[in-house]
C-alpha cells in the first residue's frame, strides 16, 4: 500500500507540532509515524511524518505547508515507498557491490540500481550476472578531469538520485561532487574520525587498535569529513593481521553501508550542516 | 531547570497527535521532545511529552485532557525530573546494589533509595557506609507469607514509587506483587525468554551457548515472564566456566538494571499488556 | 602457501603439550599456532596446530601421533588451507544464500559449493546465474522419507563434505542425519535456546524481546539442540513489527551463518559432546 | 588453590614450544592453560603458562627457563593468583573510582587498591567510606614538577605495581611515568586514535559520530598514544547532546577500565612495543 511521505526542515518555533500535525488532519491525512527533532545550535526543526492513504495531491499539501511555515521551509511530500535511483561506483572490491546487487535482484533494497560504473574492470561479469550495466572508466593516461568528465558523462544518462561509492578508491574533485550535492554516500573502512585518509587498516594494526569499523557518510570535498549516516565496530586483538582485519571488516563494511542506503532509501536521514538527523 | 512531564495512553483514533499538541499549545508550553506510539495490535495510543516551563498547573492542564480525551484515557503530569522513590530487594550479591548505591550517593540515579531490605545480612556493612537503611529478613522458621509480611511493614513505612529486585533470589507471591501492581523491576541473568528460571548460567554452560545476557523487566505473578525493559548480551566461548560465566554475567546485570531504572526513573517507560514501550 | 594441519582430539592426561609438541618438532615443522583446550567434563584434550611447511607426509604425521597418543586419540593431518565441499538446502529465502553464493564466487568462501537443492523453485535462477547447478524437490505429493530419498541421491553425486541449510523449513529425519552426522550445519533465526522451532520473530514480537538474533549451529534429531557454532543478537524496540524483525534479523542470521561457515571450513571448530570447541 | 603462572617473551625460534613445554613437563607441574603468540614484525614469542600446583620452586623455574632461553629472555615466575598492588589517581569524576572501590569492597577486584590520591577533594567522603587512604594534592599554587614530586613521595609509601587514571584530568611528565614504566594505566573517553586529548565528547558531538567509546591503555610521554589494552563503543544518535554523552559514555568507560583492570592484575596483558597482547 502506498503512504504518504512528508519531509519538513524549518527554523524552529512555537507550536510547529501543532501546527504541522493541524494542517495534516485538515487534509484528512491519519499520521501512522512521526518523529520530529529540534538542532538547538542551529535552531532548526525536522519532522519526517508518514500517513496512510494518498487522497491529497502532494502539491496540494506541499502548497498548504509552505503557505503557513514560510519560504524558508524545506518541505517534501509524496507517496512512500518510493525507489530512489542510484548509481554504484566500484574499484576491485567486490563485497559491498556484492550485497547491493543481491538486495537489488531480490526487490528487497529500497531502491533501483541503475547502474554501476568502475575505474577497474574486476566486477564487469559479476555486475553483469544481475544484468545491470557496468561501465569501466580507465583512470590511466587521462586527467583526474578528464576521468570524471567520462564518469558523469555515464551517469547523466541515467538521471541517479544518488552515487554509492562502494569501496571505490578515487577521492572525486569538489567540482563533481557539487553535481550531486549531498547525494554521494561513501563507505569508509574505518570508526571516522579515527583513520580518515588512506590504509586504515594498516594503520589500525599499526597503532595496535582492539576494534575496527566501517561509516557510511554523505561525502564532502573535505576527505572522510562529511555528515555520518551509521558506524559499527567489531572486536579484534593481537592475533589480527592487516589482512584478517581487511577480511573481518568487509563484513562490517557491508552491513554499514546497507544500513545507510536502507535509512536514505526511506528518507530516514536528513543533514544538518555536518551531521545527520536519522529518524531510525 | 523543572519542565512538565505529559504522560497519555489512550485507544487510537483519527487526529490524536493534533488535538493533545493543541492543548499543549493553549496552555503556552513549548514542546521539547515529544514521542508518540501507536500499538496496533491493542489499538492504543502512546504519547510522552517534555513541554519547557510549568507555567500552567499539573491539574488544569490533566483536566484539560481529560476533558478531551474522554474517562478511558490514562493521564499523569507533572514536574519533570522528579525523583522516583525506590526500595531495593537483596539477597547476597553485591553487584547490582554496588551500582545503584554510588550512583544515589552521587546524586545521578534518578532515584531516591529509601532502603534496602535483604534476606540474608551480607550486604548490611555495605549499604550503611552509603548510610541507607539496611533491614535483614530472614525467611528462615517462618512461612513465606510471614515473610513477605513482614518485608511490607517495613516497605509501608517508606511508601516506594518501585521496588527494585537487585539480584533477589526469591519468589514473590501474586498477593506480594498485587501490592506493587507494575511496580516490581527485576534483572533476570538470561536474555529471557531463554533460562527461564533459575541456574540460568549452569544452564547456559550446558547448553553451550556462544552469548550469555541479562534481561531487566516488570515482575508478573507468571515467572520471568513479565513485560520486558531491557536486554543486553555479550559473547562468551568453550573456555568459560560457570563461574567465569557468574562474573562476566554480572556486569551486564549491572549494566542492563541500571540502564532499565533509568528509563523508568525518567518515566520512558509504558507498559502495555505484556511488553514496554520505551521512548529511548 | 599451503602448511599443514594438524586436529587432536585424546583423553586429558599429564605432559600432553610437550608430547604433542615434541612429535610436530621431531618432523622439522615450525608450529604457526596452536590452540589446545582441555574439557573437564568430559577429561577431553583438544587442540589444532597449523604448522608452516609441508615436509612430512600427512600419514607419517598421523601415524607419529596415533603410536604415541594411542588408538583411543582422534587425528586428521592435512594440508591447509583445504577447501571443504558443500551443498547447500534452502527453501525461498535468498539472503544466507546470496551471501554464501557472492563469496564463493569471488573466491573467499573458504569452501567449494558443489550444488544447492530447493523444496522451492525460487531461487533456481538466482543460482545459476552463478554457474551453480540448482535442483528443485518438490515435497508435494510425496512421502517425507520419498523426499528426502530423492535430496541424497542428489548429493550423493557430489560427496559434499558439509550440507549447509541456509533458511532451510524442514525437519531432517533421523535417518538423513545419519547420513551427515556432524556434518550438518543450519542458521535458526532466534538466539537459542529462545524460541527454538517455528516462528521465532512472530513468538520474539509477542514476548516483547529487546533483542532478536540467531544461531548457527550443528543438527541433531532434537530440533534446534545441536552443538552450537556462532550466536548474535541485535538490539530493537517497541516499534518492531514481525515483518521488521525478520528484515532486520536476515542481516544477523547472514553474518552468523557466514561466520560458521568460516569456522568449519578452516577447520577451527571441535563438536565435544553437544558443545562446540572452536578456536578463533 | 594456588597455582603457578609462567610468563615468557623472547626472540622467536624453531621448537620454543617443545622447549619450553618440556620444561614445565621435567618439574612435574601440569599445564592448565597455555597461550602463545609470535609477533612477527618483532620476531619475539610470548606465552603465558598456568600450571597447577606448586611443587616447585619460582626461582629453580625462573632458572631452568633462564638456562635454556638465554639472557635475552624475560621470564617471570610466580604463584597465582596474586593481587597486584594499585593505586587510583583521580580527579573529580566518581563512575571509575566508584566500580574500583566496590569490586575492592567484595574481593574481587582481583588487585589491593592502596590508596587514592586526588588534584580535587570531592571523591574524600566517598573513598573514605570504604576505608582506603584518600590524599588531596591540590595543583594550585605549585609548578607541575612540585605537583609530581608531591604525588611520588605519597606513592612511594605504598610502592604500588600499578597507578591507574580513573579520570584523571592532569598530563603527567615523562619524568614522573619513567618512575612507573609501562606501569600506568588510563581510561580515555574516546575510541582511541579518534579524539585524543581534552575534551571528546565535545569534539565527538560536533563531528556528529553515531559511536563513542572509551580505551584503556598503558600511558606513555606521548599523550593517548601508548599501547592499548581493551576498547569499547556504545551506539548514539543525534538526539544525544554533549552531557548526554558524558552519561552514556561513563558506562562504558566503568566497564573498559574494569575490563582492562581485570587482564592487567590477572598477567593476561603483555607489552610489545606500542602493541598489547592480550590472552583473553
Redesign the interface.
Known amino acids: 500500500m502506498t503512504n504518504t511521505l512528508i519531509l519538513i526542515q524549518c527554523p524552529d518555533k512555537?507550536?510547529l507540532?501543532?501546527l504541522i500535525?493541524?494542517i495534516?488532519?485538515r487534509q484528512q491525512l491519519?499520521?501512522?509515524?512521526?518523529r520530529?527533532?529540534?538542532?538547538h545550535d542551529s535552531a532548526q526543526f525536522f519532522t519526517r511524518i508518514e500517513c496512510s492513504g494518498t487522497n491529497t495531491h502532494p502539491e496540494t499539501l506541499k502548497k498548504a505547508f509552505k503557505d503557513q511555515l514560510g519560504p524558508e521551509a524545506f518541505v517534501r511530500v509524496g507517496p512512500y515507498p518510493s525507489d530512489k535511483r542510484i548509481a554504484v561506483l566500484v574499484t576491485k572490491e567486490?563485497?559491498c557491490l556484492?550485497?547491493i546487487l543481491?538486495?537489488h535482484?531480490?526487490g528487497?533494497l529500497g531502491a533501483e540500481v541503475c547502474c554501476v560504473v568502475g575505474n577497474h574492470d574486476v566486477l564487469t561479469s559479476?555486475t553483469r550476472?544481475?544484468s545491470i550495466p557496468f561501465y569501466h572508466v580507465s583512470t590511466e593516461e587521462k586527467s583526474k578531469q578528464a576521468f570524471e568528465e567520462e564518469v558523469l558523462q555515464i551517469l547523466n544518462q541515467y538521471n541517479p538520485d544518488y552515487l554509492v561509492l562502494a569501496k571505490f578508491m578515487r577521492i572525486l574533485s569538489p567540482e563533481f561532487l557539487a553535481r550531486y550535492p549531498n547525494r554521494v554516500i561513501n563507505i569508509h573502512h574505518s570508526?571516522?574520525?579515527?583513520?580518515a585518509g588512506a590504509h586504515p587498516y594498516r594503520r589500525a594494526f599499526e597503532?595496535?587498535?582492539?576494534?575496527i569499523?566501517a561509516t557510511a557518510h554523505f561525502v564532502t570535498p573535505e576527505l572522510d569529513a562529511g555528515?555520518?549516516?551509521?558506524?559499527?565496530?567489531i572486536k579484534i586483538?593481537?592475533?589480527y593481521t592487516v589482512a584478517q582485519m581487511v577480511?573481518a571488516g568487509q563484513?562490517v563494511e557491508k552491513?554499514v553501508l546497507?544500513r545507510a542506503l536502507k535509512l536514505v532509501a526511506r528518507d530516514q536521514v536528513f543533514i544538518?550542516g555536518?551531521?545527520?538527523?536519522?529518524f531510525?
Request: charged share 20%.
Open positions: 512555537l507550536g507540532v501543532v500535525s493541524g495534516v488532519a491519519n499520521i501512522v509515524v512521526m520530529e527533532f529540534v538542532d567486490y563485497h556484492g550485497d543481491v538486495k535482484f531480490f528487497v559479476f550476472r544481475f570508526f571516522l574520525p579515527a583513520f597503532r595496535g587498535v582492539k576494534l569499523g555528515p555520518i549516516i551509521s558506524q559499527q565496530t586483538d593481537h592475533t577480511e563484513e552491513t546497507s544538518s555536518n551531521k545527520t538527523i536519522v531510525e
